[in-house]
């Protein structure tokens, strides 16, 4: 099979998240991503340090041995300069969230990115919300303004419904990245997730 084949056909859709535990023994060799540095977190011992470190979880897609993506997630809290909820009566600019720290797919795996996203904010959904309070998921989408054109992850998470704390933020922004946040009451709604 040619290399850059190594995903072709795969229907990420339907392949099962896995959470990173310590039988889980996936070396991620081969694993390339558009981002070199997200591999190298990989290769050299970032994502297990901070789930050792008990600071973050993560889950992983993978086909057999080879590894299509992975995220981890954390607690954080967002804020905002406006009370967001103020239309609820809560006036609060802070709020308990759960953060996306990393995320990274091979760059061969096509949809992989999707499946992982949308896996997370079903699996807060489902499994977070229902017993602690959680009204948002965060992300610090990374931007690179050293590339041409800039990278600018956050294209990505406004796909799936993701806002920026900052709108008006000019560009560059003054560190590598644009904080964003998605609401998951309309999803908790939804699901009729209770309180
Ligand atoms: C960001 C990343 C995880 C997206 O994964 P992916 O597998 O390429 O995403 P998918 O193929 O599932 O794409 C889902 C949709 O998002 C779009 N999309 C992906 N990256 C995008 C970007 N940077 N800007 C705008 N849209 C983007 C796709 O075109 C697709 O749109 P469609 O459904 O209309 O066809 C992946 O590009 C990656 O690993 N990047 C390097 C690491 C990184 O930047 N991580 C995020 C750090 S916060």
Redesign the pocket.
């Known amino acids: 099979m040619p290399p850059n084949s190594k995903f072709s056909d795969v229907d990420f859709s339907n392949l099962p998240i896995e959470h990173l535990t310590p039988d889980l023994n996936v070396t991620g060799q081969g694993f390339r991503?558009?981002?070199g540095e997200?591999a190298t977190y990989w290769r050299k011992g970032r994502i297990q340090r901070e789930v050792n470190a008990r600071i973050s979880h993560c889950w992983i897609l993978r086909c057999e041995d080879d590894l299509a993506?992975y995220i981890t997630l954390l607690t954080d809290k967002l804020e905002v300069d406006e009370p967001i909820l103020i239309d609820e009566g809560v006036q609060y600019q802070t709020f308990p969230a759960i953060k996306?720290g990393?995320?990274?797919?091979d760059?061969r795996?096509?949809?992989?990115?999707?499946?992982?996203l949308e896996w997370a904010v079903e699996y807060i959904a489902e499994n977070i919300a229902p017993h602690v309070g959680v009204r948002f998921i965060t992300?610090?989408?990374?931007y690179d303004s050293d590339t041409t054109p800039a990278?600018?992850?956050?294209?990505?998470y406004?796909?799936f419904g993701f806002q920026f704390v900052d709108a008006e933020e000019s560009l560059p922004p003054s560190v590598p990245?644009r904080t964003m946040y998605l609401d998951l009451k309309p999803l908790l709604d939804a699901l009729s997730i209770q309180i």
């Open positions: 991503c558009i981002r997200f993506g996306i990393l995320l990274a797919v760059r795996a096509k949809g992989a990115g999707r499946r992982l992300v610090d989408a990374l990278y600018d992850a956050s294209g990505f406004k796909k990245y």
